[in-house]
């Protein structure tokens, strides 16, 4: 925990692998004058992941990490984590699983957005195959990690109404948008529960 204009911010870690729009949002929600915490350190899957270009334009350092080589990823993100004295992590649209171990080591303190209601739609696809199965609503939902994939505790979720012409592209736009109201809400909402 660090004191910011005599306000405590938590430290929070973002992991991501791709474009990064929930990075940037939280990015910017962590400037308003009453959030509680600040993005302090980005970790990336993978050196191409567009997300990337947030570190250099809000100056915040980034890491890129092969979660191929689990002794190494472990040691290479501890380091990070003290240096920046991380207390959260949040996943967002990041793509790899994370070892048992590190989820242990900070249990009640990863957490996790996914484009759908949970428990429904674990995994990949969710937009498709919620539309296939004919769902009145599809949603997003921000949860603590656990070792069980996209199954850790809810802590908010959002209903997104799906439209008869609804195909995955534009249900998934319209869940982004929610997706970006609740990870902050979430965030803030955990820390104050803290
Ligand atoms: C989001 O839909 C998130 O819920 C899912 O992956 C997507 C990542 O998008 N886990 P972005 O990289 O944050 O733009």
Redesign the pocket.
Known sequence: MIKLNGIKKVNVAVF??????????LIKCSKNKKSKFKISLIISSSSK?S?LKFAKKFNIKRKVINFNNNTLIEKNLLMAFKKKHINIIC?????KILSKNFIKRFDGKIL????SLLPKYKGLN?HFRAIQNKESYSG?TVHYVNSKLDSGKIILQKRVKIFKKDTAKSL?AR??IQ?HALYPKALNKIINDH
């Open positions: 991501i692998s791709g474009r990064g729009s929930n990075l940037e949002n992941a997300g996943l967002a649209g990041f793509m996790n957005i996914h484009p969710t997003c998934a869940v982004l997706e």
